[in-house]
């Protein structure tokens, strides 16, 4: 089977149609740490290391895709099974976990199109 495009309902898919992928869910994690954003290049990498060693611990099922450092936030992707190990991650490393979303999807300007 080839590409589909059904634009009726804006949706582009790339690849055979009769390919689906399981993903697992993504979660946005909000960090509340004052200061955050005045923390120095070498304190950012110790909170990185931390955060490392706990997700080499707790195993391949959860993954952090990447963060956002404001002021006094630190917003952190992950893909993982469940809320529960992004709890156990956040405990075992010392991180806050102040409110976990599930992310449903992701828009940007090609969503438009």
């Known amino acids: 089977m080839d590409s589909a495009d059904d634009s009726r309902y804006g949706l582009h898919t790339q ?9 697992m869910p993504q979660y946005l994690i909000e960090r509340n740490i004052p200061g955050s954003g005045k923390l120095t290049p070498a304190e ?3 909170i990185s290391q931390k ?16 963060s956002y450092v404001t002021d006094n936030q630190i ?3 992950y893909r993982a099974p ?3 190990i992004l709890r156990e991650h956040a405990r ?3 991180f806050p976990a102040d409110k976990i979303s599930e ?10 199109e």
Do not use: R
């Open 92 to 94: 075992q490393g010392g």
């Open 75 to 77: 917003m952190c992707v």
């Open 15 to 23: 690849g055979p149609v009769c390919q689906q992928e399981t993903l």
């Open 51 to 66: 955060s490392c060693s706990v997700l080499n611990t707790l195993g391949p099922q959860i993954q952090w895709v990447h």
């Open 82 to 84: 469940n809320e529960e």
């Open 103 to 112: 992310i449903k999807t992701t828009i940007d300007p090609t969503t438009a």
């Open 44 to 46: 950012l990498q110790g």
